[in-house]
């Protein structure tokens, strides 16, 4: 058993070793000045996004707690990025992998599991997930990994290169090294987790600020401290925001939260594509709306500094969604007006026309 373990784990080890770390590159944004704005592109991943980081801790941490065994099967509750990468993994190690998830799910994630090696089990609707997956997993013989748990535990947060540490290495030569603030949305909770530990490890005096996506039960949890609401809806932004609080979410480590329409979020990445020729997923208009907020309230303050945000995968992901005029004034509704103020940053405050906002000082 040892020795399968070893070279499973020598096999990941070695593929971390292969690859680059994701680059981090500053915006030029028009309207706002003394403050730069920094996404580090988690699109370039093998898998192609931020969670081939979660899937390679999850393997590691299941490898090292004696879950996986040799031939048997590897089970996880996700029809999204999530399953890519750890199929991706899966793949790596000889083990089957089946991913949990509705029948509504596109077929081009479906595609994509499958395309490494991954099968499908599908279900009538996103809340019967988890149950399956532990059911599943119990009738084959086989590891549920159970990203919402084991996301805030799996991952080192005090440094190996994971993502924090990524961020500030990367950081150490720009004009202002230590960000005034990170900005994060949450789906598992996992990275959140790790930001705001390491920044409070190392002693940086860097703001988490956690966006938040209607629909999500996250903020509302957050600014109430209850951590046991529920929301009878999920998030129309792929990839973050939950119904329930997930135990992967830590709130004590997180200084603030935003909460951002969705139309703002998919304005976001329309505006973003015009700056920089690329499309990303709409988690990452989340993320930079909640990063513009920030940087504007910081010019009315007279701060100068810097602030780094995600781009969590790319758009090609979402060329029937986010990026089909069509599907966006169906699902989403109209984006023209704040796509409008994202290009006229400089005019007025974005917070104006925002979702609420919380502190930890107004937690209950």
Same mark, same amino acid.
């Given at each position: 058993?040892?020795?399968?373990?070893?070279?499973?784990?020598?096999?990941?080890?070695?593929?971390?070793?292969?690859?680059?770390?994701?680059?981090?590159?500053?915006?030029?944004?028009?309207?706002?000045? %003394?403050?730069?704005?920094?996404?580090?592109?988690?699109?370039?991943?093998?898998?192609?996004?931020?969670?081939?980081?979660?899937?390679?801790?999850?393997?590691?941490?299941?490898?090292?707690?004696?879950?996986?065994?040799?031939?048997?099967? +590897?089970?996880?509750?996700?029809?999204?990025?999530?399953?890519?990468?750890?199929?991706?993994?899966?793949?790596?190690?000889?083990?089957?992998?089946?991913?949990?998830?509705?029948?509504?799910?596109?077929?081009?994630?479906?595609? =994509?599991?499958?395309?490494?090696?991954?099968?499908?089990?599908?279900?009538?609707?996103?809340?019967?997930?988890?149950?399956?997956?532990?059911?599943?997993?119990?009738?084959?013989? %086989?590891?549920?990994?159970?990203?919402?748990?084991?996301?805030?535990?799996?991952?080192?947060?005090?440094?190996?290169?994971?993502?924090?540490?990524?961020?500030?290495?990367?950081?150490?030569?720009?004009?202002?090294?230590?960000?005034?603030?990170?900005?994060?949305?949450?789906?598992?909770?996992?990275?959140?987790?790790?930001? %705001?530990?390491?920044?409070?490890?190392?002693?940086?005096?860097?703001?988490?600020?956690?966006?938040?996506?209607?629909?999500?039960?996250?903020?509302?949890?957050?600014?109430?401290?209850?951590?046991?609401?529920?929301?009878?809806?999920?998030?129309?932004?792929?990839?973050?925001?939950?119904?329930?609080?997930?135990?992967?979410?830590?709130?004590?480590?997180?200084?603030?939260?935003?909460? +951002?329409?969705?139309?703002?979020?998919?304005?976001?990445?329309?505006?973003?594509?015009?700056?920089? %020729?690329?499309?990303?997923?709409?988690?990452?208009?989340?993320?930079?709306?909640?990063?513009?907020?920030?940087?504007?309230?910081?010019?009315?303050?007279?701060?100068?500094?810097?602030?780094?945000?995600? =781009?969590?995968?790319?758009?090609?992901?979402?060329?029937?969604?986010?990026?089909?005029?069509?599907?966006?004034?169906?699902?989403?509704?109209?984006?023209?007006?704040?796509?409008?103020?994202?290009?006229?940053?400089?005019?007025?405050?974005?917070?104006?026309?925002?979702?609420?906002?919380?502190?930890?000082?107004?937690?209950?």
């Amino acid at each position: 058993m040892h020795a399968w373990m070893n070279k499973a784990i020598a096999r990941i080890e070695a593929d971390f070793q292969r690859s680059a770390d994701t680059h981090l590159f500053r915006l030029d944004v028009p309207g706002i000045t %003394g403050v730069d704005i920094y996404l580090k592109d988690e699109s370039t991943h093998p898998t192609g996004s931020l969670k081939h980081r979660l899937a390679r801790s999850l393997f590691l941490y299941a490898l090292c707690n004696g879950k996986l065994k040799e031939g048997r099967p +590897v089970i996880e509750a996700s029809s999204g990025s999530t399953a890519v990468s750890e199929a991706y993994f899966a793949r790596m190690l000889g083990l089957p992998f089946i991913a949990v998830m509705p029948k509504s799910t596109a077929r081009s994630k479906i595609a =994509m599991i499958e395309f490494y090696g991954g099968q499908c089990h599908f279900v009538d609707s996103a809340p019967e997930m988890h149950d399956a997956a532990v059911a599943l997993a119990d009738q084959l013989g %086989g590891h549920f990994m159970d990203q919402f748990t084991y996301a805030e535990r799996a991952t080192d947060w005090r440094g190996n290169n994971n993502i924090a540490d990524s961020i500030f290495s990367q950081m150490a030569r720009e004009p202002h090294p230590i960000p005034a603030a990170i900005v994060m949305s949450a789906g598992t909770g996992g990275t959140s987790a790790t930001l %705001g530990r390491y920044v409070r490890y190392r002693c940086h005096p860097t703001e988490l600020v956690v966006v938040d996506p209607e629909n999500s039960v996250f903020f509302d949890s957050y600014r109430t401290g209850d951590m046991t609401l529920r929301r009878a809806c999920s998030s129309r932004i792929e990839g973050i925001g939950r119904p329930k609080v997930e135990a992967s979410f830590q709130h004590d480590v997180v200084d603030r939260m935003i909460q +951002v329409a969705d139309a703002d979020s998919v304005a976001t990445i329309l505006w973003l594509e015009e700056v920089i %020729g690329r499309k990303a997923g709409a988690s990452t208009g989340t993320n930079l709306w909640g990063a513009f907020i920030v940087a504007q309230e910081m010019m009315a303050a007279g701060r100068q500094g810097s602030i780094v945000t995600l =781009m969590c995968d790319s758009g090609r992901r979402y060329l029937d969604t986010y990026y089909d005029p069509d599907w966006v004034a169906r699902c989403i509704g109209d984006v023209a007006p704040a796509l409008d103020r994202l290009r006229h940053l400089g005019d007025r405050p974005l917070a104006a026309d925002s979702l609420p906002v919380a502190r930890r000082s107004s937690m209950a």
